[in-house]
């Protein structure tokens, strides 16, 4: 049986964002999985990484203090329910509008947090040597902007590469990466008939979903390159191909 994380990054139980992640689960559902829920604002989840949260903080180190208490079992109380779930899943479902050309800071929190270093990765276990090669992690997005302003040549900046530090992120832990889901032109602001037209448009969306997570495991992934495309001080080789505006030659 397939087990799916969906981890939803909102205020609101009824946004678009809260939505999609309901029509992420029933999906998962009707399909026979098993779904496991991290509502990251309802919860009152910290997002904020500090040492008062370790019972034994190691040298005024964030990642020597993750380190640790992985070993020692002493891990902040919230955290290794999420890596718990996190380890469960076969797939990792992250739900988020995009606030401030970024996911909200909450996303970016539960990834300092619960990513932690020794229990989630290390040095020697990470990109193509991570030990969460298993997984397969998708973003779904609702943009504000329209399609247009989100897209390479808009003026909100391409959405894609907004959400390339997140993907790289999981790239880190061993995940595949789907190439993202995202709705644009979602927002309060619309009137009158252009109101109507987005409402219907959302609530198609959220039935097509279903095929989406039906597909699942033929979504288009997102490229990087492999540990071998690197030389010795970590840069691109010559003969290696850049896959990523992030990562090219000069
Ligand atoms: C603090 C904040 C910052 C935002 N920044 C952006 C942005 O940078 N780009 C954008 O397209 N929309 C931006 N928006 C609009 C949200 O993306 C939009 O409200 C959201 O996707 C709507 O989905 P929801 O109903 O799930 O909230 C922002 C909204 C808020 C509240």
Redesign the pocket.
Known sequence: MTTTLIVTA?P?RH????A?ADASEQACLASGGQVLRSDLVQAGFDPVERFDHYSDPVAEDVLKCQEHASQAGTLPADVPAEIAKFQAADRIILHF??????PPAIMKGWCDRVLAHGAMHTTKARFDTGRHRDKTVLFCV????NAA??GPDGK?GD?RMLLWPLAYTFRYLGCQIAQPQVV?G???YWKGGAKDAVEARLAAHLTDHAEVIAGFDELSLMPFNADTDFDEDGRLRADAPSVTPFIKRP
């Not at 609702?142 to 902007?145: K, R, W």
């Open positions: 909102h609101s946004s678009f964002t809260a999609w509008p995009i606030w401030w050309f970024a609702s943009t504000g902007s302003e989100s909100e959405v644009h979602v927002h309060g």
